[in-house]
């Protein structure tokens, strides 16, 4: 016990704090909905699609029920399944592995760079002939740009296109953020994006959305996530979900998208902070050179086996952390059976090990952020 206890405790993402500053805004723009009564595909959608292209430069913005099923709307547009190859991090959320499994294929896992905590385009490489191997057919990768730094995209992209794979940008928990000065959203053939309340740019329940410059490709989501509908929602062209955004959540995210890129900006300089206070004592995250992160989560790495230690002392000055992620996929129940890429997941299983994320979020005031250093810097020394 020491002097801080007494203190508030913090939350780890202060979701209260950008209500209060929204108000009415989003009152307002969900009782519209209410008076219009079309609370599905209603036109708050469309009109949210296209700003949702615009902000980040994608000819097309598809909105969807969650980030999950915006990963599998597009494995399912691309005929993904039985006998097929998907390279996927071991080191993520397990929705990045799920859908590829949910369709039958195969996710290969492949480890991961410990400064981003993104995919090793160099163990993607080795995958392949594991796939090859294995008499799969390597179909597509899946990078994530996890905990919103942006993946080695162009490294990635020269692995994918030697074996002819089909990209899925994992942004679930990156959109808003910037790879060398482009935006994420027009990174390989699709991404898919989350909307879950806790991520950068999050609704008031669940909602995710996928971008693409392919025209077929954008018309085949709009189908999927209709039933698989053709001219219309009684005319069945293929196998498809129940997967719209409700009407509701996107009224309310066409209000926060209009104060997000400050929030970006405010994340940014929290990390900042965080790196000028932590970073002689702890590894701290980096962004890929002339990228913008947009900090879903920061997440330092503590060695020497002391990462739980440092948790357990944080719990008791009232500031809360989280461990993203303490078991790769592919030691997972539901995953150690799938393949593991050529050289093996040893980052992965590190990282695991390591990570520590602290609290993050658009409206962290200096003097919380001062709070949290000082008591990390203590965990860290004791
Ligand atoms: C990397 C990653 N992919 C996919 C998802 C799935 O998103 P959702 O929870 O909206 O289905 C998440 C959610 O946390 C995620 O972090």
Same mark, same amino acid.
């Given at each position: 016990?020491? =002097?801080h206890?007494?203190?508030?405790?913090?939350?780890?993402?202060?979701?209260?704090?950008?209500?209060?500053?929204?108000?009415?805004?989003?009152?307002?723009?969900?009782?519209r909905?209410l008076?219009h009564? =079309?609370?599905i595909?209603?036109?708050?959608v469309?009109?949210l699609e296209g700003?949702?292209?615009?902000? $980040?430069?994608?000819?097309?913005?598809?909105? $969807?029920?969650?980030g999950?099923d915006?990963?599998?709307?597009?494995?399912?547009?691309?005929?993904?399944?039985?006998?097929?190859a998907?390279?996927?991090?071991a080191f993520?959320?397990?929705?990045?592995?799920e859908?590829?499994?949910?369709?039958?294929?195969?996710?290969?896992?492949?480890d991961?760079?410990?400064d981003?905590f993104?995919?090793?385009?160099?163990?993607?490489?080795?995958?392949?002939?594991?796939?090859?191997?294995?008499?799969l057919?390597?179909?597509?990768?899946?990078?994530?740009?996890?905990?919103?730094?942006?993946?080695?995209h162009d490294?990635?992209?020269?692995?994918?296109?030697?074996?002819?794979?089909?990209?899925?940008?994992?942004?679930?928990?990156?959109?808003?953020?910037?790879?060398?000065?482009?935006?994420?959203?027009?990174?390989?053939h699709?991404?898919?994006?989350s909307?879950f309340?806790?991520?950068?740019?999050?609704?008031y329940?669940?909602?995710?959305?996928?971008?693409?410059?392919?025209?077929?490709?954008?018309e085949?989501?709009?189908?999927?996530?209709?039933?698989?509908q053709?001219?219309?929602?009684?005319?069945?062209?293929?196998?498809?979900?129940t997967?719209?955004?409700?009407?509701?959540?996107?009224?309310?995210l066409?209000e926060?998208?209009?104060?997000?890129?400050?929030?970006i900006?405010?994340?940014?300089e929290?990390?900042?902070?965080?790196a000028?206070?932590?970073?002689?004592?702890?590894?701290?995250?980096?962004a890929?050179?002339?990228?913008?992160?947009?900090?879903?989560?920061?997440?330092?790495r503590?060695?020497g086996?002391?990462?739980?230690?440092?948790?357990?002392?944080?719990?008791?000055e009232?500031?809360?952390?989280?461990?993203?992620?303490?078991?790769?996929?592919?030691? =997972?129940?539901?995953?150690?059976?799938?393949?593991?890429?050529?050289?093996?997941?040893?980052?992965?299983?590190r990282?695991?090990?390591?990570?520590?994320?602290?609290?993050?979020h658009?409206?962290?005031?200096v003097?919380?952020?001062?709070?949290?250093i000082?008591?990390?810097?203590?965990?860290l020394?004791?």
């Open positions: 016990m020491n =002097q206890t007494n203190l508030p405790p913090i939350p780890f993402i202060d979701v209260a704090a950008q209500r209060r500053r929204l108000g009415s805004a989003i009152d307002s723009a969900i009782a909905v008076a009564c =079309q609370f595909l209603g036109p708050e469309r009109v700003e949702l292209a615009r902000f $980040c430069g994608a000819r097309h913005a598809i909105t $969807c029920a969650s999950t915006a990963l599998l709307l597009v494995l399912m547009a691309k005929r993904i399944g039985p006998g097929d998907v390279f996927c991090p993520t959320f397990c929705a990045t592995a859908v590829v499994a949910l369709l039958g294929a195969t996710p290969v896992f492949v991961v760079e410990p981003s993104n995919i090793d385009a160099t163990s993607l490489a080795a995958a392949l002939p594991t796939a090859k191997r294995l008499g057919t390597p179909k597509a990768v899946i990078p994530v740009d996890l905990f919103g730094l942006p993946a080695d490294a990635i992209t020269a692995v994918a296109a030697s074996a002819d794979l089909f990209i899925l940008d994992d942004a679930a928990q990156a959109f808003g953020a910037t790879y060398k000065g482009r935006p994420l959203g027009t990174f390989g699709a991404t898919a994006t909307f309340p806790a991520k950068p740019l999050g609704c329940g669940d909602g995710g959305a996928v971008f693409t410059d392919d025209d077929a490709l954008a085949a989501f709009v189908s999927l996530r209709v039933h698989g053709g001219i219309d929602k009684y005319d069945n062209v293929r196998i498809g979900l997967a719209r955004l409700d009407t509701i959540q996107a009224a309310i066409s926060k998208l209009k104060i997000f890129p400050e929030e900006v405010t994340r940014e929290a990390a900042r902070r965080y000028q206070g932590l970073g002689d004592l702890a590894v701290v995250p980096k890929p050179s002339g990228s913008i992160s947009v900090w879903a989560q920061y997440t330092i503590i060695g086996g002391r990462r739980d230690k440092v948790a357990a002392a944080l719990k008791t009232g500031i809360p952390t989280a461990i993203y992620y303490p078991i790769p996929l592919h030691r =997972q129940q539901a995953y150690r059976h799938y393949p593991v890429g050529e050289g093996g997941l040893a980052v992965s299983e990282l695991a090990a390591e990570v520590l994320s602290l609290p993050m658009g409206y962290l005031d003097a919380t952020q001062a709070r949290i000082d008591a990390v810097r203590r965990a020394t004791r």
